[in-house]
């Protein structure tokens, strides 16, 4: 295998760059131990010693430094590991750690994360955060039908009380970036035309449930 470049980084850490579009760190100390030159050859045994007696502890040890500091999903540990510059295989090889003692569960950080969260968004807006983090969806699914006890109707009294809505005193404009906000925070319709008889100017392909139609009833007045 031949190195293509060394590139000098932070704190004595070199990147080195072979054919192949591997990349890998080591520390100038490692590097000098196996003779890394740009120019020069890695051999498959030097490269099995530093991926075995280097590159995996390390990476596993990183993964457990960043999940002390907090509890991340799968995706989000992979991609941080991909970030200090590790190669695919020993970025496999650290989760499978990790994974093996249930340091990161995603099941268990959707649940988590809909506990402390549910009191203040709503069950869609729920499910897309959990999805950014790149919890799958059958689990996300699994998690929100056993943990997620939110009170939407509740919940939307607290933003409209927040946004200080008062259908006597709000002209069709102001009413309209309420309905909008109520949108992104993700309460949805399933029936536009029930939704405008309470004098709100709906954007086409918007929707509520009936539940969330019933409570608007309340501060949308005909």
Request: hydrophobic content about 30%.
């Amino acid at each position: 295998m031949q190195i293509e470049e060394i590139i000098q980084g932070k704190k004595g850490k070199l990147i080195i760059r072979a054919e192949g579009g591997l990349s890998f760190p080591l520390y100038e100390k490692e590097a000098a131990k196996y003779r890394l030159t740009e120019g020069g050859t890695l051999t498959e045994q030097e490269w099995n010693e530093i991926c075995s007696e280097i590159l995996e502890k390390r990476a596993k040890r990183r993964a457990m430094y960043i999940l002390q500091r907090m509890e991340r999903t799968e995706c989000q540990l992979r991609r941080k590991l991909q970030e200090n510059g590790y190669p695919e295989e020993i970025v496999e090889c650290a989760m499978d750690y990790v994974k093996s003692f249930h340091y990161v569960d995603d099941y268990r950080y959707a649940c988590t994360y809909i506990r402390y969260h549910q009191s203040e968004k709503s069950r869609l807006q729920i499910k897309m955060k959990l999805y950014e983090r790149g919890v799958p969806s059958d689990l996300i699914e699994q998690a929100l039908e056993d943990e997620y006890t939110g009170e939407e109707d509740r919940l939307i009294d607290r933003l409209l009380e927040k946004k200080q809505y008062d259908a006597d005193t709000m002209d069709q404009k102001e009413k309209q970036k309420i309905y909008q906000y109520l949108m992104r925070r993700g309460f949805r319709s399933d029936a536009i035309r029930i939704v405008r008889q309470y004098g709100i100017d709906i954007v086409i392909g918007y929707r509520l449930s009936l539940k969330h139609i019933r409570v608007l009833s309340n501060y949308f007045p005909i």
